[in-house]
């Protein structure tokens, strides 16, 4: 496998400018407050000097405590230097993106942009309210701020749960993993009435709980895979599917999740039912699949590949 050096980026530098176009002509069309979503980190950034020059206030977690805590800043986009701070935090942002950020845990310190009629501090303390929510393992903190969780996160809840979570703004904008910005809109009227549980069950807390592995999977297919073609929409569905199939077969450790669905994304959905992946797995029943699969050699993988390959055209060749 060779490993891309490369930022994923000449696209992304050059949408820069799009995306900050974008973000002005909403502001243009709506009378809303517009805020930056920055978590503050021991790394020195190009933001650090500009965010020392605003006001940035937290979100208010109710009875939990864990540092850093996300808050956000209130850009004037009418002005100049605040347009320079958005730019500044587009840039940021395209840095935080790259693969290497997740896969060696770097800290990241722009989560997005937020459209909402609610002023400052009434918005913290709902961001902050609904960030707390209850499971079996009692109190856990729900990173839904995070352009990384969000995304996916979006995919568990229902219709219903997704309305009240964007219940206090109109968009919430971030990028995602393939560089593109997303947005959000909440399809009935903010309101400044506090949605404190969302009612997530135990199913979609098992499928909270994969995201972790979920980022570690994409991080690593974007990085070893300069020239991959899965958007980061096709990467979820298959990558939800394969921790699904592993579970199936076993594997619950976050690390044997995401070896499984990069498998899934790069050799096939099913490459776990190959013979030469079989007998491996069945000769080394009681290690991790992790240490199962270090006994493939790259030969191995490659006629793995190439009988799914195979498999595909001639499945095509039926279909013509």
């Not at 310190?109 to 209850?134: C, H, V």
């Not at 995919?155 to 904008?173: A, D, E, G, T």
């Not at 499928?207 to 980022?215: A, D, G, P, T």
């Not at 394969?242 to 959905?269: M, N």
Request: net charge neutral; aromatic share 10%; with cysteine.
């Amino acid at each position: 496998m060779s490993y891309s050096t490369a930022l994923r980026p000449n696209i992304e530098r050059q949408n820069l400018e799009k995306v900050f176009q974008k973000i002005m002509e909403i502001a243009l069309e709506n009378n809303d407050y517009f805020y930056l979503i920055y978590q503050q980190n021991n790394k020195q950034t190009i933001m650090t000097e500009s965010i020392n020059t605003k006001s940035l206030l937290f979100f208010e977690y109710v009875d939990y405590q864990i540092k850093p805590t996300p808050g956000l800043v209130e850009l004037d986009l009418t002005k100049e230097s605040d347009q320079l701070i958005l730019k500044q935090s587009i840039k940021e942002f395209y840095l935080d993106i790259d693969p290497k950020t997740t896969l060696y845990a770097k800290a990241r310190s722009i989560y997005g942009w937020i459209f909402s009629p609610l002023k400052i501090e009434l918005l913290t303390r709902q961001l902050g309210l609904i960030a707390i929510q209850p499971s079996k393992e009692g109190a856990q903190l729900l990173r839904y701020f995070d352009p990384a969780v969000l995304p996916i996160l979006l995919k568990i809840l229902c219709s219903h749960q997704k309305k009240m979570l964007l219940n206090p703004v109109n968009q919430w904008l971030f990028l995602n993993s393939d560089g593109h910005l997303m947005i959000e809109k909440n399809t009935r009227k903010p309101s400044k009435h506090f949605v404190k549980r969302l009612g997530i069950d135990e199913q979609q807390w098992q499928q909270i709980n994969w995201i972790e592995s979920r980022n570690q999977t994409l991080a690593r297919y974007h990085l070893f895979n300069s020239q991959y073609v899965l958007s980061e929409n096709e990467a979820d569905i298959m990558i939800m599917q394969a921790f699904k199939l592993a579970e199936s077969k076993g594997y619950s450790d976050k690390r044997d999740l995401s070896e499984f669905a990069y498998y899934s994304l790069t050799i096939h959905p099913e490459f776990i039912e190959h013979p030469i992946i079989d007998d491996v797995i069945t000769r080394n029943v009681n290690h991790s699949l992790i240490k199962q699969l270090k006994n493939i050699s790259e030969s191995q993988w490659k006629i793995v590949a190439n009988d799914f390959n195979k498999e595909l055209e001639r499945n095509n060749d039926g279909l013509m």
